[in-house]
């Protein structure tokens, strides 16, 4: 390593490239290069496939919450035809009944035009 001509760089460059041999020479040839620690993960837990078992409780799972939203539904229409029950009787109460079909169907229209 000492016949690394670095006569055409720069002072600064010189004085690494010195720097990094003796360290190179100081460490000798047999030494281990030095590695930077890095935190080790933990190993990944080993998967299996699922069993049959397990397809059976998650579907039981699924079916669980399927009821649940079934129910939320039920009692969403159950207020719904509650609330429109009531408007209608609101409505129902308050109109009063007239027979105005009667004077459009007694009073013929005076002229009808033939085409």
């Known amino acids: 390593m000492s016949n690394v001509n670095t006569d055409g760089l720069p002072v600064e460059m010189q004085q690494r490239i010195a720097e990094i041999i003796e360290k190179a020479k100081a ?3 047999m030494a281990p290069p ?5 935190p ?43 609330a429109v029950g009531e408007l209608y009787q609101t409505f ?17 229209p005076d002229e009808v035009a033939d085409y």
Do not use: K, W
């Not at 397990?54 to 009821?67: F, I, K, S």
């Open 34 to 38: 030095q590695q930077q620690q890095q």
């Open 92 to 108: 129902l109460g308050e109109s009063q009944a007239t027979d105005q079909s009667s004077y459009y169907q007694a009073e013929a």
């Open 40 to 82: 080790q993960q933990p190993a990944a837990p080993i998967q299996r496939p699922p069993t049959l078992m397990d397809h059976t409780v998650a579907l039981r799972q699924e079916v669980a919450a399927l009821r649940n939203e079934l129910h939320a539904v039920a009692q969403v229409t159950d207020a719904v035809g509650q």
């Open 27 to 29: 460490s000798g040839p």
